[in-house]
């Protein structure tokens, strides 16, 4: 959840929006949402891509649109106009349309170099002196 909100931030300030949007409804509210709650189609997305089944087969069973699935490239290609780096959105994008494994996503993200979450994005408040 917090890398996820990470990404969603840097993106978002990379493109003028208020910082503090990320930390109400919108942003902390939507990611808790979409992750926890079973009813969220996005999440039921998620569990049934790491049982292994393909996009296809889980389009045509969920009720109602799965939002990620079909702006996750929007997102990416946002990201790349901005020049905002997205682990997860690309591993969900190759978990979803290049057939790689859940598992294989989690160790590609899992096995990345630690760095700080909101590294590079603008300072949020200014000093004096």
């Known amino acids: 959840i917090t ?10 300030l ?3 929006a208020n910082p503090l949007t990320f930390g109400g409804l919108a942003g902390v ?3 808790v949402a979409t ?3 079973r009813l969220s ?15 296809a087969e889980i389009e045509a069973t969920l009720p109602g649109v799965a939002e990620g699935a079909y702006t996750v490239e929007a997102a990416l290609g946002l990201a790349a ?4 780096e997205l682990p997860i959105a690309r591993e969900v ?3 979803l349309f290049a057939g ?13 170099e630690s760095k700080e979450e909101l590294a590079g994005l603008p300072r949020l408040t200014a000093r004096d002196g």
Do not use: P
């Open 100 to 112: 790689k494994s859940v598992r294989r996503c989690l160790v590609d993200l899992l096995g990345r």
């Open 81 to 84: 106009r901005h020049g905002v």
């Open 35 to 37: 992750c926890g709650s």
């Open 3 to 12: 890398r996820g909100l990470a990404e969603m931030t840097r993106l978002g």
């Open 29 to 31: 509210g939507d990611v």
């Open 14 to 16: 990379a493109m003028g």
């Open 93 to 95: 994008h190759a978990a």
């Open 41 to 55: 189609r996005n999440h039921r997305l998620g569990e049934e891509l790491a049982k292994g089944k393909a996009w």
